[in-house]
């Protein structure tokens, strides 16, 4: 299954709105022309499902408990976390969207993630 695939069946399952839907879609266009990563299903299955749920919450308002310090620590003291964080800071200006603070640290792992693949 593609990322693209993955994210019609969110969308036909009414797990994510078309509005998610479509910024998902610039989020995967995004990483492969602004940051020469080709997001696949086996690098960024997880990270995009997480996202499109995220988006979800973050449009209802809804919060998430705060990550561990111990588990976000490692993920802050990583060489690739600095780069992680200008990503995410483009993406939410690419989709219009400011990600609370609760919710940064679980997407910057997952970008961490990514850029050490």
Do not use: C, W
Request: proline letters at 3%; charged letters at 35%.
């Amino acid at each position: 299954m593609d990322l693209t695939l993955r994210l019609k069946i969110l969308k036909d399952g009414a797990q994510i709105d078309e509005d998610t839907y479509n910024n998902l879609l610039k989020i995967i266009e995004s990483f492969k022309k602004d940051f020469q990563i080709e997001l696949s299903e086996e690098n960024g299955g997880m990270f995009i499902t997480h996202l499109a749920v995220a988006l979800e919450r973050i449009k209802k308002k809804e919060l998430v408990e705060p990550i561990e310090d111990l588990i976000f620590e490692e993920v802050r003291n990583d060489k690739n976390f600095k780069k992680a964080n200008d990503i995410l800071k483009s993406l939410e200006k690419n989709i219009n969207i400011s990600v609370p603070e609760v919710e940064r640290p679980f997407i910057l792992m997952h970008i961490v993630t990514l850029l050490s693949k």
